[in-house]
Every structure is written in C-alpha cells, then in structure tokens.
C-alpha cells in the first residue's frame, strides 16, 4: 500500500510540473500587452451619406491637436475616456464610443447630428438647427435643407421653427417642394415652393407655452395647412396655371385667397379670387401623382355647369321678350308726339273751315227759331 501511494504522488506531481512548463513557456513567448503599441485606428461615421458635417480627417485632426490619437502608442496609455468626451463636445456630434481590439486596434464610432433648417435671421444670426431643437453652428459643409429667413430670434427658432420644419420635412412632397420659409415681423409665415412663380402665406402660428403641447400644436397648424394647400395645388392650379397667381393666402379657414399676377385692379372681380374647400377642392387622393377629378365629381361639375346654363337661358328669354314689347308699344307713342307736336298745314286749314261751318250753322239756327214760331200761330 505504501508503494502505491508514493506512485500516485509522483505521477501528480509530474503532471503538475509538466503543466507549469507549458504555461511558462507560452507565457514567455507571448507578447506584453501593456508594450503593445496602437497599429491601427478605425473612425466610422454612420450617417455620413446624409449628413456630412464631419468627416474622419476632422476627427483626426481634432485627437492629433489634444495629443490623444492613438496610432503609434501603447495600449496601455490610450485613454478612451477621454477620447469620447473630445469628441461629444464637438457640435455636430451626437454620440461617440471607443474601444479596443484585440491586435493593436482602436475602433471609434460616431453619429452626427441631424439637421433640419439653415437659419439666416435679419440680425446677421446664421445657424442650424437639429431635430432636438438645438442650435448647431454654421458650418463650411453646404445642405440641401430648407432656409429660413426674416426675424427670427434664437428662441423662436428653437420653440416654433424647429418643429414646423420637421413637419415639412417629415413628408415626401414638401420636403422637396419647400426650399424657403419667411418670417415677418408680425411672426406670420411665408412659404417659397421650388415649382410655381408664388408665395404660400400660412398666417400667425399659434402660441403656446408648454414645450411637450407646444411641439404638437405648431405640428398639427403646419399639417393643417399644407393639407389644404395640396388640395389646391391638385384641384387649383391644375386647371388655372401654376403661373397664375404670385400669393396665395391660407391664413383664413375654410377658404383660399389667390392674388392674380396680371396685377388688376382690387375693383374687378377676378382680382381676388377666393376658392371654398367645400365647394372646390374636395378630397385629397392617396397617391402624389398629378391629380385629376375623378368621374363623380366630374359629372357633378358638368350637371352644376348645364344647370347654371339653363337658368341664365330662361332667365334672358323673358327679358327679350320683354324688351321686344317695350320697343313694339314705345314706338307708336312716339308718333303720336310727333304728329300733336307737329301738326301739317293741311289738316290745319281744314280744322279752319270746320269751326268756321259750326259757327254758321249755329248763326242760321239761332235767326230761323223765331219765325217759325210765328207761323205757328197764324
């Protein structure tokens, strides 16, 4: 028994030894970790294809003037902490992280700030402004965002412009219709479209004091009005011309005002011509193609036209009629006038000689009575 547990411990500890020789081994062999250096830095941008405020040279440029890029030095001193925190303060950053790799890489990865209106105020003021409704700082990277001009003040543009431009730019149709948007002085809005020789006038936005109600007020106002703006657009200038008017007035509900380009004077009737979405515009279809009245409401505009056509027809042939017999009964009238007015020399002789005959006779009758009278008696 004794020999059997004295061959037990030597073949442990054999085992043990032979173990911690191969450790030893791939440990001496194996790198140190902490003399490692930096052999490669990977800067993702993951929405530079629709923004391109940032690009990975100004990164660069921007680790290398802090003396925190980490290509070329140890490991052990790449501070990722305060690589992040470099990066976040940058204005068009939105989030950064970085990290290590195994092989000497350093990944950063980063997300920009979405903007969504270019500022240029009548005080000089020229900006961004994001979908957190913050400002961002002009930039030499030049968006295809929308503009926005006139007097504008840094807190309206943070609690009213902001969220009127994301609304603009949440839908397909505007987004690319709208390039400018004009604030006046009054705080009414003015829009400018890419198609169509016009100016869009909104009216005031509502005010409000809450941020949470407020987002969603000015939201639903500028919805309000685009949607009737598209109905006119389909069902207005489609038939009139996109030429045809240079403003076109939506700040009053249930109807829209179009001034006309020609200029007219305000006393003509077509000078101000004002549409009812009841009666006009109608229904909005599904789809952003050219839009065309559908048969029913075709058919309802053709029977509105005969209809009207008819009652102007009835309504002229009484008064033709009419007309006629006035000038059928004034045209005798009129010669009777003239023959009282201007009696001939003839008729005048023989009214002469006819009162001349009456006074006789009643000469001859007047003479004669006595006589007879005188017969009589004998």
Known sequence: MRIHWKKALVITTDIL??????LAFTAFNKPDESQRLCTRVNIDIQDKATNGFINAQ?????????????LSQPMRNVSLREMEELLKASPFVKTAECYKTEGGTVNITLTQRMPVVRVKASNGDDYYLDDKDCI???SHYTSDLIIA?????KPFATHYLSPMSKAIM?????????????VLPDKTIELVPRVGHHIVGLGAIPYNKYKSKRNA???????????????FYRYGLSQAGWNRYSYINLAFDNQIICKRRDGKPAREEDDLHTLSESDVIGDVPETHEEARPTEEQASKEKAKTTTAEKEK?????????EKKEEKKTEKPQHAEKTTKEKPSTHTADKAKVRTKDKAKETTSHTKGEPKKEKTKKH
């Not at 990164?59 to 980490?70: F, S």
């Not at 027809?313 to 009629?321: G, L, M, R, S, W």
């Open 170 to 182: 949440a839908h397909p149709l505007w987004s690319n219709q709208i390039e400018q948007i004009n």
């Open 313 to 321: 027809k009835d309504e002229a042939t009484p008064k033709k009629a």
């Open 149 to 153: 001009t006139g007097d504008i003040s």
């Open 136 to 138: 961002m700082p002009n």
């Open 17 to 22: 030894l032979a173990g911690y020789l191969v």
């Open 58 to 70: 100004e990164i660069k440029n921007r680790l290398e003037k802090e003396h925190l890029y980490p």
């Open 217 to 231: 007020v000015v939201t639903a106002f500028i919805e309000k009005k685009l949607n009737r703006l598209e109905k």
